[in-house]
C-alpha cells in the first residue's frame, strides 16, 4: 500500500478512486466532484448570517444549501488525507511547511493569507468552468467528454508552470 518513501502508491490510488467513481455513477448516477459541494455548503454559512441574502441569489435558488452526498465526500476526503498523512509517515501538524518557509519565510499570517486566497481563485475558475478538477479530471475524463479533456489540459498549462515558480526558482 505504501511506497518506498512511506506514502502511498500514487498507482494504487489512482485505481482506488477509479473505482470510487465507478461506484459512484452505478449507485448514485452522479458523477465524482465537489465544486457543488462546496457551494453548498458556502451556502450553509450564508444562512447563518444573511438567510434572506442568500436565499434571494440565483444559484442557491437552484441549487438548496444543504448536506448531501457530496459534502459528505468533501468530509471523507479531509478524513482520508489525515489517514493517508498519518500512515504514509508525513504528517507534519506544520502551519508553515519547509519549502514554503525557505522561499517566502515563516509568517503564517502569509501562508494562511495565501492559502484562502489560492481557494477563494480556485473556487471562482471551478464554478467558472463548471466543475472542480475532480468533476472534470476524472469523472469527465471518464465519460471522455471534450470539455473536461480540455480543461484537464488547462489545469496542467497552468500547474506546470506554477510548480516551476515555486520549486526551481
Known amino acids: 500500500m505504501q511506497h518506498a518513501s512511506g506514502a502511498w502508491s500514487p498507482y494504487l490510488v489512482g485505481a482506488l478512486i477509479g473505482l470510487l467513481s465507478m461506484a459512484t455513477f ?61 500512515t504514509g509517515g508525513e504528517f507534519t501538524a506544520t502551519w508553515v511547511p519547509a519549502l514554503w518557509e525557505q522561499r517566502f519565510g515563516p509568517d503564517v499570517a502569509l501562508r494562511l493569507g495565501v492559502a ?36 484537464l489540459a488547462c489545469f496542467f498549462a497552468a500547474a506546470v508552470p506554477t510548480a516551476h515558480l515555486l520549486y526551481r526558482l
Not at 462546496?38 to 441549487?63: I, M, P, W
Not at 481557494?119 to 478538477?133: E, H, K, P, Q, S
Not at 476524472?138 to 479533456?149: K, R, T, Y
Request: contains cysteine; hydrophobic residues 45%; aromatic residues 12%.
Open 26 to 86: 452505478y449507485f448514485s448516477n452522479k458523477p465524482l466532484s465537489v465544486s457543488t459541494a462546496y457551494a453548498r455548503l458556502a451556502g450553509l454559512v450564508g444562512n447563518l448570517f444573511s438567510r434572506g441574502h442568500t436565499e434571494n441569489l440565483k444559484f442557491y435558488q437552484d441549487t438548496k444549501p444543504k448536506i448531501a452526498w457530496g459534502e459528505m465526500l468533501v468530509f471523507g476526503m479531509l478524513l482520508g488525507a489525515f489517514i493517508a498523512a498519518v
Open 116 to 151: 484562502f486566497a489560492g481557494g477563494v481563485i480556485l473556487a471562482y475558475g471551478a464554478r467558472l468552468a463548471g466543475g472542480c478538477t475532480s468533476g472534470h479530471g476524472i469523472s469527465g475524463a471518464l465519460q471522455l467528454s471534450v470539455s473536461s479533456w480540455t480543461a
